[in-house]
C-alpha cells in the first residue's frame, strides 16, 4: 500500500525555536496533502489542507502565520510552527491523497511528536 | 516490516451488527486505535486499546488479543449514519502510528 513519512518523528525544542516537520510520499504522487493535530486519544483535528504549488487552506482558529505549510513538490509537504511555545506541545500526523484517488482515501504518515520547553 | 491489515469494503443492512477486523505486526506494541472517518471530514477517535479484552463504549465494541496480533470493532444496531471508512492504528515501540488502510464501511437498508 501507499506508503507516507515524517521527519523528524520526534523532536524536543526550547520556547521561542522554530520547528519544521516533513511530510512525504513514498510510493506516489500527493496532490493534497492534510496536517492534523492530535492530543491524547482525541480525535485528530485537521489544522489544514494543501494543495501542490497552492497556498493551504487553514481551518477556524489556526493561525496561518504561526503554522506554515509549504507544498512544494508532489512528494513534500513541510509544516514549520513558527515560535514555538509549550501549548504547541502536540502530536502532528499529515495525510496524503493520490492524484485520482478517491475523495475518501488518505493515508496517513506515522505522526510526530513535538515536545515544547 | 510493521503491517496492519483490515478489509479493504464491507456490506452490512442497517439495524444489524458488523465486526470489523484488524491484524498487525509492529515492533513492539502501545495501543491499538480505531478511528471513524467520513468522506471529507477529519478522523474522530473511537476507541484505544491497550490491555486485551473488550471494551464497550455505547454500540460500538473494540477487542484486543495481543499474543494473536489482532483487534476488532464491533459495530450494534447499525445506522445509515454509520457508513464511512474505520481506521485501525497501532503505536509502536517508538510512540509512532502505524496504519492500516481504512475499511469502508456500506450500509444498506
Known amino acids: 500500500g501507499a506508503v507516507v513519512s515524517q521527519h523528524p518523528s520526534r523532536v524536543i525544542c526550547k520556547s521561542g525555536t522554530s520547528v519544521k516537520i516533513e511530510c512525504r510520499s513514498l510510493d506516489f504522487q500527493a496532490t493534497t496533502m492534510f496536517w492534523y493535530r492530535q492530543f491524547p486519544k482525541q480525535s485528530l483535528m485537521l489544522m489544514a489542507t494543501s494543495n501542490e504549488g497552492s497556498k493551504a487552506t487553514y481551518e477556524q482558529g489556526v493561525e496561518k502565520d504561526k503554522f506554515l505549510i509549504n507544498h512544494a513538490s508532489l512528494t513534500l509537504s513541510t509544516l514549520t510552527v513558527t515560535s514555538a511555545h509549550p501549548e504547541d506541545s502536540s502530536f502532528y500526523i499529515c495525510?496524503?491523497?493520490?492524484?485520482?484517488?478517491?475523495?475518501?482515501?488518505?493515508?496517513f504518515g506515522p505522526g510526530t511528536r513535538l515536545t515544547v520547553l | 516490516g510493521q503491517n496492519i491489515d483490515q478489509p479493504t469494503e464491507m456490506t452490512a443492512t442497517e439495524g444489524a451488527i458488523v465486526q470489523i477486523n484488524c491484524t498487525y505486526q509492529t515492533s513492539g506494541f502501545n495501543g491499538l486505535f480505531w478511528y471513524q472517518q467520513h468522506a471529507g471530514e477529519a478522523p474522530t477517535f473511537l476507541s484505544y486499546n491497550v490491555l486485551d479484552g473488550l471494551e464497550e463504549k455505547g454500540r460500538f465494541s473494540s477487542f484486543l488479543s495481543r499474543s494473536k496480533g489482532y483487534s476488532y470493532l464491533l459495530l450494534k444496531e447499525l445506522q445509515m449514519k454509520d457508513s464511512a471508512s474505520y481506521l485501525c492504528a497501532v503505536m509502536d515501540s517508538n510512540y509512532q502510528l502505524i496504519w492500516g488502510a481504512g475499511t469502508k464501511l456500506i450500509i444498506k437498508p
Open positions: 495525510s496524503a491523497r493520490s492524484a485520482g484517488g478517491e475523495a475518501d482515501t488518505q493515508y
